[in-house]
C-alpha cells in the first residue's frame, strides 16, 4: 500500500523486499498484550512522545557531575551502544531493563527478528543510561522522578578479561 501510494518515502535504490515489508497500515488498531499498554493505532505507537533528556542532564551535569561515570543514549546502536565507550575489559549486565513498549513487539513480529537482533538495532524502550557507583544510583533516580521521568537501576558493570554485555530477559540470556 505505502510502497506504491508513496513513491518519495523511501529510497528508489533499495531492494523492492525489503520496502514496507509489515503487514499494517499506521490506521491499524493493536490490541494490547499486557496490562501496561493501552489500545492504539500503529501510527500512535510510532508517533508516541519522545522524551527529551535536557532538563534532568542539566540539573544532574550542574549538581552530580562528579558522580556520573558515564551516559549512553541508546539510539542508534540500541542496548549495545555502551559496548563502543567502555574503557576497558568490562561486562555490562543488563538484567533488569524496563518492559519493551508494543512497538517493538510488532516490529519483531513483521521482520521475523530474534531478541539479539531486536536489542542490538533497538532501545527496545530504555533510552538513557547513566553510568554511575550503586551507591549514588538512588540520587540520578529522583532527579528523573522530579521531570516526570520513569528510571531504575537496569543493570551493573564489572570487571572481565574482554568487552561483553549481556542482557537477561526472563530465563533467556543474550551476549555480546
Known sequence: FYAE?????YDNGLQEEVIYIGTHKLSDAVEPQTSNHKRQTIGE?????TRT?????????????????????CSGGGQTKCMKYLPGN????KDNLFEAPEIFRILQ??????????????????RLEIYCEAADAAVMIDAASQFGIDAQVIGRVEASD????LIRLGGEEIRY
Open 162 to 165: 574482554k568487552k561483553e554485555l
Open 53 to 73: 533528556y535536557a532538563p534532568v542532564m542539566k540539573q544532574l551535569l550542574e549538581n552530580q557531575f562528579d558522580k556520573i561515570h558515564g551516559l549512553v543514549h
Open 45 to 49: 505507537l510510532i508517533l508516541s512522545p
Open 5 to 9: 501510494n508513496f513513491k518519495e518515502s
Open 90 to 93: 568490562f561486562r555490562v549486565i
Open 109 to 126: 513480529q513483521n521482520s521475523s527478528s530474534n531478541n539479539k537482533e531486536m536489542y542490538e538495532v533497538f532501545n527496545m524502550g530504555c
